[in-house]
Every structure is written in structure tokens, then in C-alpha cells.
């Protein structure tokens, strides 16, 4: 397998509930990055690790939490999550900060009712 | 700050015709650009970038984009069309000694290709 893996897909979800979205890059990246897209929007950076530490957290709600437990995998833990946080979440990994290009996953749609 | 425009929400072009999307950019360095392409219900795909070097930059699918520093803009162009280049646009920039790990997205643009 190559590139940037999401799962799941596709989530629904009640406000009460907890679930986490996964991602899984087999390129050999040491940064990943968690991305919210809404409709109308433009992308949201909403975290970053590089090697394996987080180095950016855009004011985030505490609602999102995420986790790297190593360099190749990155999770987004979700609970008691609100109606306008349905969107589409992207992974995203890349060689260092510099130069390097964003390598996307194929995004978790999730939906809050 | 950094930041980027797409002026224009859409852009509708014949096939065979050539397309331009435009982008413009303010950061307080010397930026890294970077165009990405966005199908139905996927996730982004890296087109090309601009580092350093020639302003003329060639990228996947016969794109290519040309960096001008005067007008701060870095529009992507294709010469001529297909229906398959049909797709969301997004345009972003990194500001290497200010913005670290950010990449700052535009906030797309439509193109249709009408056969």
C-alpha cells in the first residue's frame, strides 16, 4: 500500500458519542498534518507533528484531540462534537517543513447529528 | 501575515482552449507556492510548486504555472483544456521564515471544461 491512508471513510456520529479518524502514510514523511475542509471554506490547519511532536495547534477546541504515536501514523479523537463540525478532515504528510509538498489522503467525511 | 487570493470562484473554458486560474499571494519573505487539484470526494493532489529559479514551473497533466514577484500573483495555465481537468483548484503558499510548518490554502477555484 502507498500513499496516505484515511479511515474511515465515512462516519456519522451523535454529539455524545466518541470516535477517532485515523491516518496512515507509507512515505516515509517524518510531518503530518490534520486538515478540516467545509463547504465554502478554505482548509483549516488544525495540527502538526513533526517527529512525532506536535509543533502547531491552531486554537483548536479541546473537543479535537489528536495523537502521533509514531511518525507513520496520526489519529484525531473526537467527542462531544457539535453540528458545524461536519466536514470533511484530511490527512496530510510531507518531508520536513521547507520545500516539500502536502501528500493528501482521501479525507474522512464526517457528519454530527 | 501570510495569505493567499483566488479571485475567482469559477472559471468555465471550452476544451482545446487554454485555461489560466489565478493566484495572488502576500507574505513577508520569499514565498514557496504551490498548486493543488481536488476531484470529487478525494483528497488534494500536489500539481507543481515554485522553490526557487526559473519563474516558468512544470507540473503533472501538462499544467504549468509561471511565479511573477512584481505582481505577486502565481496563476496555473494549461494550453488547452480537457474535460477531465475538471475540478476544484486550490493555490497555497509557505512563508519559510515566519510560518514553520503552515501551509495557507486559497479557498479554490472551480474549473468546468465544456466539451
Known amino acids: 500500500e502507498t500513499g496516505v491512508t484515511q479511515t474511515p471513510r465515512h462516519l456519522v456520529m451523535g454529539m455524545t458519542n466518541k470516535k477517532s479518524l485515523k491516518c496512515e502514510q507509507h512515505?516515509?514523511?517524518?510531518?503530518m498534518y490534520w486538515y478540516k475542509q467545509s463547504a465554502k471554506k478554505p482548509l483549516e490547519l488544525m495540527f502538526v507533528?513533526?517527529?512525532?511532536?506536535?509543533?502547531e495547534n491552531n486554537s483548536v477546541p479541546s473537543r479535537f484531540s489528536p495523537e502521533c504515536p509514531n511518525s507513520s501514523h496520526l489519529f484525531l479523537h473526537l467527542h462531544t462534537l457539535q453540528p458545524e463540525d461536519s466536514a470533511l478532515y484530511l490527512c496530510?504528510?510531507?518531508?520536513?517543513?521547507?520545500?516539500?509538498?502536502?501528500?493528501f489522503g482521501e479525507g474522512s467525511r464526517l457528519t454530527v447529528l | 501575515a501570510q495569505s493567499v487570493a483566488q479571485p475567482e470562484d469559477q472559471v468555465n473554458v471550452a476544451e482545446g482552449n487554454p485555461l489560466t486560474v489565478k493566484c495572488t499571494y502576500s507574505?513577508?519573505?520569499?514565498?514557496?507556492l504551490f498548486w493543488y487539484v481536488q476531484y470529487p470526494n478525494r483528497g488534494l493532489q500536489f500539481l507543481l510548486k515554485?522553490?526557487?529559479?526559473?519563474?516558468l514551473v512544470k507540473g503533472s497533466y501538462g499544467f504549468e504555472a509561471e511565479f511573477n514577484k512584481s505582481q505577486t500573483s502565481f496563476h496555473l495555465k494549461k494550453p488547452s483544456a480537457l474535460v477531465s481537468d475538471s475540478a476544484l483548484y486550490f493555490c497555497?503558499?509557505?512563508?519559510?521564515?515566519?510560518?514553520?510548518?503552515?501551509?495557507?490554502f486559497g479557498a479554490g477555484t472551480r474549473l468546468f471544461v465544456k466539451a
Open positions: 507533528y513533526s517527529l512525532e511532536e506536535r509543533v
Open positions: 515554485y522553490i526557487t529559479g526559473d519563474n
Open positions: 507574505v513577508s519573505g520569499n514565498p514557496y
Open positions: 497555497a503558499v509557505r512563508d519559510p521564515p515566519t510560518g514553520g510548518f503552515k501551509t495557507i
Open positions: 496530510a504528510s510531507s518531508q520536513g517543513a521547507s520545500t516539500g509538498e502536502l501528500f
Open positions: 512515505l516515509g514523511h517524518n510531518a
